[in-house]
């Protein structure tokens, strides 16, 4: 298994509303897309100092899953219409998962 891990911050005209509507897109984005195991996006919650306006959390099964995920068209459309716009900068990492790691 695969976390794919991205970390965002924001330009600086980025509303809550924005930050909302990217929230629920996202978030029906995920119940369209078979790949996905198991999906977060959420704002920072700065319990600790950091840039990061945002990030999103994401297991796949693997490499074809999360190639599945980033380029179905839910994904992409979100990207379009909501998160391009947002971004002042984006980072992302991939991790591998071995069975016993994931915790309920």
């Known amino acids: 298994m695969i976390l794919h891990q ?7 005209s980025v509303t809550d509303d924005d930050v909302s509507a ?3 897109a996202l978030t029906e984005m995920a ?5 996905i195991r198991s999906y977060v996006a959420a704002p ?3 319990v600790r100092p950091s840039d990061v306006d ?5 297991i796949v099964d693997d490499e074809a899953g999360l190639a599945g995920y ?9 990207y379009e ?3 391009g ?15 016993g790691t994931l915790t309920a």
């Open 6 to 12: 991205v970390a965002f911050t924001w330009r600086e």
């Open 22 to 24: 990217l929230t629920a």
């Open 31 to 35: 119940t369209q897309i078979p790949a």
């Open 44 to 46: 920072n919650l700065r």
């Open 54 to 58: 945002y990030a999103i959390a994401a």
């Open 70 to 78: 980033l380029d179905h068209p839910a994904h992409l459309a979100v």
């Open 81 to 83: 219409s909501h998160l």
């Open 85 to 99: 716009p947002m971004l002042a900068s984006r980072h992302a990492s991939q991790l591998p998962l071995s069975a």
